[in-house]
Structure formats: C-alpha cells, structure tokens
C-alpha cells in the first residue's frame, strides 16, 4: 500500500481525495498498488466531513512518516507551499501539483531536488485543468521539435470574451455575471490582466525549449480594454477576439507573449469558447495538434493531479525524465518582434491612417459611421508604436493584434 498525503483541503484537495476514493478501484489497478489517503493538511477543522479523521494541522507528521510516499500539493501561492514541497522532496517523497505559480517560479529548481532524491515532482494540473499537455510534450512528442505552442488558457477571460461576442455586451457587465457565477473571482486581476495565462505559457514554454523561460520577462496583456465595439469589427472581419498565449521559435531565440488577438474563422482556436480551453502544438515532423477541455473546476483539476499519483505509484523508486533545464532561454524582445495590428480611428483621422501605414485596409460599418477600423500589415511593434502614437486624438479605443 502506498500512502498519499494532500495538502490543502480547498476545491482542488477535496476534489483529489473525492478522486481517488470514488475511482479507488479504478485507480488501484492502474497505479498497480493500492492508494490510500493517510493525511489531509489544513490550517482548519472540518466536522461532519467523511474525512476529517484524516486532517492534521501540522506538516511535520507528513515529513517525518516514511509511510508517505506521495505529497499531493494542492495549497498554491509560493510561500508555505514551496517550502514543504521542498522538504518533502529532500525526504524522498514524490510531489504531484496543480500549483502553476510555484512551477513557473521554481520549477527546474524543484525538479532538480527531485532527482537528486530519487522521487518526482509532476505537474500536469498547473496548466489546463484536465487538459493532458504536460505529459504529452514530455513523452509523446519527445520525438518532435515543438516550433510552435499557442493556447487559450484562462477559462474565465475566454468565458468573458465568448459573452461579450455573443451578447454585444460590454467588459465590466459581462465580468460582473462571472463573478456572480463563480467562473471569475472577486479580485480576478490574475486571470483578466492575463497574469494567470502568463505563467502557463511560461511552463509550456520551458518544456518546449528545455530551458527556464522566465515568467516575468514575458510580454503580457489582458482584456480590460477590449469592447463590444472591437467585436463588431472582428465580427465584420470573420473573426474573434482571444486571450492567447503563444510560444514560437524566433531564430535562435524564443517568442513568448500574451495578448489579446483577432483569430480567423481557419485557426484551430477560433471554436473554442466559454470556459474550455485548448492548446495548439505545431511539432516539425507531426504538425498541427490540439488538445482540448474544461481548463480549470475541481474534479478536472483534480482528476490530473491524481493521474500524476498514479504516475509516481508505478515510478516508485524511478526518476521519471523531464527535459527543464535551470539554464534560462533566450527570449526574443516585443519591440523587434513583428505583427499585424487592427485599430479604430474617427473618420477624420482615416487618411493620417492611410498615409502611416501603407497598405493598411480600412473597415467602415454603418452602426459606427464616425469611425473605421483600420488593419496594418506585418510591422514590427516598436514602428508600429511610434506611427500609432502620431494618430494622436483621433484615435479610438486600443489596438489588438491580428493573426
């Protein structure tokens, strides 16, 4: 019997014990030993709950029963919980993780202790919920070079966005009802300023490279000023408005951004709507891939977290293999990095538009007669700031890129 141990009784640990007791038999047979939950960590007490016999308030049980093979580390942030996944892996206990601020943070750090200790340290919950893409890109395409990796990773700015399309609504209304619906949180800074995205792509990228791409040196921008007016256009266009999260080779150097981006009727992404998220994989030899599902909730979250348990049950005693070197990537700069841009400008400044960007096309609808939308060529961002600066006044609204 190997014993688990989880760290964190909020939605994502209840969901990891709801998991592992409900499929037991399922999951006993895949781990090929039987899995049981010998502790739960949590600063509270919770009486009547099925499990609360298992509840311990101090960390220090865990570390020191050698019972306890696996640590699932459900808590997130990277202050208690990267201590205690440190010292459970310097005692040899494997860590699985939905903790994708703690990976982006100290990722090749932490897989390194892992196998200095002959244990594990997973993390497929931390990007995409239950969306199977950590795995993949460590074994499956391991075959491949990965040239490409563009995602929808935030299940809440892509409810946003889907609601502002499809009801003409504007931001704060429509970000109003996902609170009120649970899908955003009360301070939801994190998912619409795409901070939440930025850490995402920032592992992906990583494993995609095998070096650290630092988290905080990626370009990131959110939704806040996208309008149902934008939509308008993009509709007119044949196209949507994503949150995305892109990673793409750049000569010897690594692309990495997210940014609000017009998408075609043609990209694999374009369909993905409401809180569902997907990851576009382009490998040279493979191609296109995507992998697609419920990117955030309790019991997807959950269920990937517990595929790792049963990964590091079958591994007991094995360094399973994951190429992140703590070397950092060379990432290539926004300023030099080319792209096409749509923009809204009042009719007045249609021409000044014209003459900035040379070959642009101008888009006029009739419900906005006192303004057009303008979409440029391919022109690297540091020129395409400088002209759009000299619009002046007769600019409207923000710029979105067009892919």
């Given at each position: 019997?190997?014993?688990?141990?989880?760290?964190?009784?909020?939605?994502?640990?209840?969901?990891?014990?709801?998991?592992?007791?409900?499929?037991?038999?399922?999951?006993?047979?895949?781990?090929?030993?039987?899995?049981?939950?010998?502790?739960?960590?949590?600063?509270?007490?919770f009486p009547g709950d099925p499990y609360e016999d298992k509840?311990?308030?101090?960390?220090?049980?865990?570390?020191?029963?050698?019972?306890?093979?696996?640590?699932?580390?459900?808590?997130?942030?990277?202050?208690?919980?990267?201590?205690?996944?440190?010292?459970?892996?310097?005692?040899?206990?494997?860590?699985?993780?939905?903790?994708?601020?703690?990976?982006a943070a100290h990722g090749p750090e932490l897989l390194a202790?892992?196998?200095?200790?002959?244990?594990?340290?997973?993390?497929?919950?931390?990007?995409?919920?239950?969306?199977?893409?950590?795995?993949?890109?460590?074994?499956?395409?391991?075959?491949?070079?990965?040239?490409?990796?563009?995602?929808?990773?935030?299940?809440?700015?892509?409810?946003?966005?889907?609601?502002?399309?499809?009801?003409?609504?504007?931001?704060?209304?429509?970000?109003?009802?996902?609170?009120?619906?649970?899908?955003?949180?009360?301070?939801?800074?994190?998912?619409?300023?795409?901070?939440?995205?930025?850490?995402?792509?920032?592992?992906?990228?990583?494993?995609?490279?095998?070096?650290?791409?630092?988290?905080?040196?990626?370009?990131?921008?959110?939704?806040?000023?996208?309008?149902?007016?934008?939509?308008?256009?993009?509709?007119?266009?044949?196209?949507?408005?994503?949150?995305?999260?892109?990673?793409?080779?750049?000569?010897?150097?690594?692309?990495?951004?997210?940014?609000?981006?017009?998408?075609?009727?043609?990209?694999?992404?374009?369909?993905?709507?409401?809180?569902?998220?997907?990851?576009?994989?382009?490998?040279?030899?493979?191609?296109?891939?995507?992998?697609?599902?419920?990117?955030?909730?309790?019991?997807?979250?959950?269920?990937?977290?517990?595929?790792?348990?049963?990964?590091?049950?079958?591994?007991?005693?094995?360094?399973?293999?994951?190429?992140?070197?703590?070397?950092?990537?060379?990432?290539?700069?926004?300023?030099?990095?080319?792209?096409?841009?749509?923009?809204?400008?009042?009719?007045?400044?249609?021409?000044?538009?014209?003459?900035?960007?040379?070959?642009?096309?101008?888009?006029?609808?009739?419900?906005?007669?006192?303004?057009?939308?303008?979409?440029?060529?391919?022109?690297?961002?540091?020129?395409?700031?400088?002209?759009?600066?000299?619009?002046?006044?007769?600019?409207?609204?923000?710029?979105?890129?067009?892919?």
């Amino acid at each position: 019997m190997i014993q688990v141990a989880v760290l964190g009784y909020g939605t994502v640990g209840s969901g990891v014990v709801e998991v592992i007791e409900k499929n037991k038999e399922m999951v006993n047979k895949k781990a090929g030993e039987e899995l049981n939950v010998k502790y739960i960590l949590d600063l509270r007490d919770f009486p009547g709950d099925p499990y609360e016999d298992k509840v311990v308030h101090d960390f220090t049980r865990i570390l020191e029963d050698d019972e306890v093979k696996i640590v699932c580390e459900t808590m997130g942030g990277v202050g208690a919980a990267y201590r205690f996944t440190q010292q459970a892996l310097s005692a040899g206990k494997s860590v699985c993780t939905s903790n994708k601020e703690l990976v982006a943070a100290h990722g090749p750090e932490l897989l390194a202790l892992a196998k200095a200790n002959t244990c594990n340290y997973l993390f497929e919950a931390s990007v995409g919920g239950g969306i199977p893409i950590i795995r993949p890109l460590n074994y499956s395409l391991t075959a491949e070079r990965i040239e490409e990796i563009a995602g929808i990773l935030n299940g809440t700015t892509n409810y946003i966005l889907s609601k502002m399309e499809k009801e003409g609504a504007d931001f704060d209304s429509v970000l109003k009802e996902a609170q009120e619906k649970g899908y955003a949180e009360r301070n939801p800074e994190a998912d619409v300023e795409g901070y939440d995205a930025c850490r995402k792509i920032a592992i992906l990228s990583s494993l995609m490279t095998g070096k650290n791409v630092d988290y905080q040196k990626i370009y990131t921008e959110g939704i806040t000023r996208i309008t149902a007016e934008d939509f308008s256009y993009a509709k007119a266009m044949g196209r949507s408005i994503k949150l995305l999260a892109v990673s793409r080779e750049a000569g010897e150097r690594t692309l990495a951004m997210v940014a609000p981006c017009m998408i075609s009727r043609e990209h694999p992404l374009y369909m993905v709507n409401g809180v569902f998220n997907a990851v576009f994989v382009k490998g040279n030899m493979l191609g296109d891939s995507m992998y697609y599902g419920r990117g955030a909730g309790k019991l997807p979250t959950a269920s990937a977290v517990v595929s790792d348990v049963i990964d590091c049950a079958r591994h007991q005693g094995k360094v399973i293999m994951c190429f992140w070197d703590e070397e950092d990537a060379p990432l290539q700069g926004i300023d030099d990095t080319e792209s096409r841009f749509f923009f809204r400008v009042r009719k007045d400044g249609e021409e000044k538009a014209k003459e900035l960007f040379a070959g642009a096309e101008c888009i006029s609808l009739p419900e906005m007669p006192e303004e057009c939308g303008v979409v440029t060529g391919k022109i690297k961002e540091k020129d395409f700031a400088a002209r759009y600066e000299q619009l002046g006044n007769a600019r409207v609204g923000t710029r979105i890129r067009v892919d």
